[in-house]
């Protein structure tokens, strides 16, 4: 059965409306059945609410608009295949996480388990003919208790970490030493079968110190463990270049000996920390620029559509013509710098005047501060309701600065004031407040609405298993934009010694004994 979805969309903007912040919603209605299929071929509605007072108008808190509307939308079959193709893989990706996690429990627990086993089967199954155990071998018994309690305390800070990431394919070096965990104690266990089990070994001492080689042998795995896969990535190698496509912001970085898709993972860190957020209102002028540019030329045809004589001679003319015309025409260099230097203009009246609204906001805090102590306990503002009381003295002129710099979709109202609640509490400057707004930061910086969720797909040639290279180049894509990551490999450097004698430093100063008169 053909499943038809409809839905419709509806605009709501209302200062009483139920939403509370930034947020689109999409509600969805679907056909299962024959007899809702027959009506949801009717108009079904679907309700977006959108509510953004602070950008919406000049005169938000003045004025209030509302704005409804219907339209039909449908989706076709390659859409819902698309849509379940996404939540299959979703789905996947989580199944993959818990499944590698639960056999590393398990795993764990047997390598745990294994030498205490060890200990206890021979006084469960030939409790008779066990002889005494003496001090040595208690000894041992201790040793074994305190070596199990550290493995366990270093299993658990090196493995059972939280995720940061869910990478495409599996770690390596985490499966090898999987497997040569499972092989060692598997070995143990058939030694152990046949060698003690199998002959009711009676000196318990030997069994103790059989458990006692499986711990020593299980502790230096573990620092193989931790010599591939933290300090092995530590020496730097690699020193990788990292540009966005968008607009050619670029960072370099230098990385260890690490796989493409862990190289990937470490260069998705450190773009969150350091690049500038992605603002693409900031390319618009420019696509926008050059599209005006080539509205203005036009083609003609001099000769007319049935000259043909002189067609070779026509069109040679013609294209020397349009050549002319256009260097003629061509003033896109002067709109460009008068744009630039109206656009600064422009930007550095509406940062002082900011600046001022800020600094008198502030101003303003810092006197009902000095007069509190006369007022009554219940006259007494919280820093929040201090923010909302001060905050429409300067929305305005923040407003228009973030409109002019294209930041008004980075910044919520919502945002602003509890950033300035948190200036007021921690008794910050007016500068230290506007400098999340006056300078475009990483993208960390901003809500979680513009980084959390963002799924990334790793582009490469190579395996991405397979570890970094020379001249190896990959690509990691998101909705926006995409990161364009080169890497070039340390050159060896050669370093000499040249000695200097300390002797050659020492001078003599000879004055003459005889005087002018």
């Not at 509600?27 to 919406?56: G, I, N, Y």
């Not at 203005?296 to 015309?325: C, E, F, T």
């Not at 300067?394 to 002019?404: E, I, P, S, V, W």
């Amino acid at each position: 059965m053909d499943h038809k979805v409809q839905a419709t969309r509806s605009a709501l903007h209302s200062s009483g409306d139920e939403c509370t912040g930034r947020f689109t919603s999409v509600h969805w209605k679907s056909a299962d059945t024959d007899a809702e299929m027959s009506r949801t071929w009717k108009r079904q509605r679907a309700c977006v609410h959108v509510w953004d007072p602070f950008f919406l108008d000049d005169n938000w808190g003045e004025t209030t608009t509302a704005v409804t509307g219907t339209s039909e939308h449908s989706l076709s079959q390659e859409d819902i295949v698309r849509i379940t193709k996404d939540l299959e893989d979703s789905v996947g990706l989580d199944c993959r996480r818990y499944v590698t996690r639960s056999i590393a429990v398990i795993l764990g627990l047997l390598v745990f388990f294994t030498p205490l086993a060890f200990l206890v089967l021979p006084h469960i199954l030939w409790p008779d003919k066990q002889q005494r155990c003496e001090t040595a071998c208690e000894g041992l018994v201790i040793s074994v208790a305190f070596k199990l309690l550290i493995l366990l305390l270093a299993v658990w800070a090196l493995f059972f970490r939280p995720a940061r990431a869910g990478l495409p394919r599996v770690f390596v070096f985490r499966i090898l030493l999987a497997v040569l965990v499972l092989l060692f104690v598997t070995s143990y266990w058939l030694f152990y079968s046949v060698r003690i089990l199998h002959s009711q070994d009676p000196d318990y001492k030997d069994i103790v110190q059989y458990a006692v080689s499986l711990v020593d042998a299980l502790l230096f795995i573990h620092y193989l463990a931790v010599v591939l896969l933290e300090l092995r990535q530590l020496q730097p190698c690699y020193s990788v270049c990292v540009t966005r496509a968008t607009d050619g912001e670029t960072r370099h970085y230098n990385l260890g000996q690490l796989s493409i898709q862990r190289a990937a993972l470490a260069v998705i860190e450190h773009y969150y920390c350091d690049f500038p957020i992605h603002n693409p209102a900031l390319l618009s002028a420019s696509k926008s620029r050059a599209a005006k540019h080539l509205a203005g030329l036009k083609v003609y045809n001099v000769d007319g559509p049935g000259n043909n004589a002189s067609a070779g001679i026509a069109q040679s003319q013609s294209r020397a013509m349009i050549a002319a015309a256009a260097r003629r025409r061509d003033t896109s260099h002067n709109e460009l710098y008068y744009e630039e230097a109206e656009h600064e203009r422009r930007v550095r009246k509406r940062r002082a005047r900011l600046v001022v609204a800020v600094e008198e906001a502030f101003t303003h805090i810092k006197r009902m501060q000095e007069e509190e102590p006369k007022k009554a306990p219940g006259d007494v503002m919280d820093p929040r309701e201090a923010a909302q009381a001060i905050f429409p003295s300067m929305a305005r002129a923040l407003q228009k600065y973030l409109r002019t710099t294209k930041q008004q979709h980075c910044h919520s109202m919502e945002s602003i004031q509890q950033h300035l609640a948190f200036c007021i509490t921690n008794k910050l400057t007016p500068k230290a407040f506007l400098e999340g707004y006056l300078t475009p930061g990483p993208t960390l910086q901003y809500g979680k609405d513009h980084w959390l969720g963002r799924r990334w797909t790793l582009i490469s040639e190579a395996s991405v298993t397979s570890g970094l290279k020379d001249g190896s180049v990959f690509l990691l894509k998101c909705v926006d934009f995409c990161l364009v990551v080169t890497s070039r490999k340390i050159p060896y450097v050669q370093m000499s010694e040249e000695y200097i004698d300390p002797k050659s430093h020492k001078f003599v100063l000879r004055l003459q004994s005889e005087t002018s008169v």
